[in-house]
């Protein structure tokens, strides 16, 4: 299976990645609205800031974080345990905070995300203009897109993982769908968290899954939440996520035994992601990862926007290398001019790793970025000057991907079957 936005390996190919600027501008629009959301919340506290036209976007409803209330332990912004009148338990007894109200929505629609389970099969998931869900899928390898059929009132969806040809589940705002033809069609799974804002998810298994966000608390900032699945998405429970990390943003599973959560503090898992602690990154984490990917059982990239190439679009992006042994995690290094890169995708077991990046800057187009050394070197080539945002990327052989994102028209897909060298853009919006 081929990676996806915001997720790692799958049981056949590749990985995956996006976040906002969904994905986004310096990410996709999901992982975007999250760290708006996760921002405005800290900057209330005084904490950071980052991120450009999604945050701006974002900033002004979550301010509210504060005031608000919300239900769920996941990825959008909830509370924790101090919650007292206004908390639920969830079934394992966790304490989750009541729900908030939904950020303010994109003027333009986007596809944040996209999985393929194949070279064919593909599903891209995203944001419609003015609030709510899009779903897109293909059989015939990105020359045709049909729209999906999404349950009445699905929230903005940041991330899709499909772990066959015909099993996805998709997270996002308040949203946790699954779909067993493919994306043709989607269900509401049970949610354990369902104010949350799932930035993320990855299914290292046909029927392991791991969903990822951040939740506001009642009082100081945002916490990550985590919820794991054990039949394909169908049921869901919270996982032992640790309560000081501010958010997750993205998710990547080398295998059932090696996951890593990308935020603000590096996580890591080895039991399925029942469990977390938090890994040390040479250098330091220089900005919270949008995409995550994973090109062998034991090995990982994690890849996002450099928070000062917003001023200085000539600065390298963030790029992590991230293995399953005790040591610390290390920051590798990308080439100049490559500070937005948003997307990311490794092809399992190869060396070869793709990444790309927005345009930064009046006139400028976005970059694709190729590695066949596993993230150490990489070839940069430019995107056709139509994409206006780069928020997913799936790649299932060394030549062929599928990016999702948006024009200046709306939401759009494009694919390549010659590693980048050409591009079949497809405007579903």
């Known amino acids: 299976m081929a990676g996806v936005s915001k997720t790692g390996v799958d049981a056949a190919g590749g990985g995956v990645v996006g976040a906002h600027g969904a994905a986004g501008t310096s990410g996709p629009i999901g992982a975007r609205r999250i760290s708006a959301r996760r921002d405005a919340a800290h900057v209330n506290h005084g904490l950071l800031h980052r991120g450009p036209v999604g945050?701006?976007?974002?900033?002004?409803?979550?301010?509210?974080?504060?005031?608000?209330?919300?239900?769920?332990?996941?990825?959008?912004?909830?509370?924790?345990?101090?919650?007292?009148a206004s908390a639920v338990s969830s079934a394992r007894g966790r304490?989750?905070?009541?729900?908030?109200?939904?950020?303010?929505?994109?003027?333009?629609?986007?596809?944040?995300?996209?999985?393929?389970?194949?070279?064919?099969?593909?599903v891209a998931v995203g944001i419609r203009a003015g609030g709510g869900a899009l779903s897109f899928t293909t059989t015939d390898a990105g020359a045709t897109w049909k729209q999906g059929a999404l349950p009445r009132g699905a929230g903005a969806l940041d991330s899709v993982q499909c772990m066959s040809s015909s099993r996805c589940v998709a997270t996002g705002e308040g949203a946790l769908l699954v779909s067993t033809d493919a994306g043709a069609t989607w269900?509401?799974?049970?949610?354990?968290?369902?104010?949350a804002d799932l930035a993320s998810v990855v299914c290292p298994t046909s029927q392991v899954c791991i969903a990822a966000g951040l939740y506001?608390?009642?009082?100081?900032g945002t916490a990550a939440v985590i919820i794991e699945s054990a039949d394909g998405g169908e049921t869901w429970h919270p996982s032992q996520a640790p309560v000081w990390a501010p958010g997750v943003v993205s998710l990547?599973?080398?295998?059932?035994?090696?996951?890593v959560a990308g935020g603000d503090v590096m996580l890591v898992s080895y039991d399925a992601g029942a469990s977390w602690q938090a890994r040390t990154v040479i250098g330091g984490v220089l900005a919270a990862p949008s995409a995550l990917s994973c090109e062998s059982a034991t090995a990982c990239l994690a890849a996002g926007p450099n928070p000062a190439g917003v001023q200085d679009p000539s600065?390298?992006?963030?790029?992590?290398?991230?293995?399953?042994?005790?040591?610390?995690?290390?920051?590798?290094?990308?080439?100049?001019?490559?500070?937005?890169?948003?997307?990311?995708s490794c092809v399992a077991a190869t060396s070869v790793c793709f990444a790309a990046a927005p345009p930064r800057g009046s006139g400028a187009s976005g970059i694709f970025l190729t590695s066949t050394t596993s993230g150490a070197t990489w070839s940069v080539l430019p995107l056709p000057g139509e994409l206006t945002a780069v928020s997913g990327l799936s790649c299932t052989t060394a030549t062929t991907c599928v990016l999702s994102g948006a024009t200046a028209t709306g939401a759009a897909?494009?694919?390549t079957s010659d590693a980048g060298s050409a591009w079949n853009i497809t405007s579903t919006t």
């Open 55 to 84: 945050i701006a976007m974002l900033a002004v409803a979550a301010l509210m974080i504060s005031s608000c209330a919300r239900t769920a332990s996941a990825t959008h912004t909830h509370g924790e345990s101090h919650l007292g």
């Open 95 to 122: 304490v989750l905070p009541a729900p908030q109200a939904p950020g303010p929505r994109p003027k333009a629609s986007e596809l944040e995300s996209v999985s393929c389970a194949s070279t064919q099969s593909c």
């Open 187 to 195: 269900q509401t799974a049970a949610d354990p968290v369902p104010s």
């Open 216 to 220: 506001a608390r009642a009082t100081t």
């Open 252 to 259: 990547g599973c080398g295998s059932v035994d090696f996951c």
């Open 315 to 344: 600065l390298a992006g963030v790029l992590i290398s991230a293995t399953s042994s005790a040591a610390p995690f290390s920051n590798l290094q990308l080439p100049r001019g490559t500070s937005g890169v948003s997307a990311l």
């Open 413 to 415: 897909v494009a694919s």
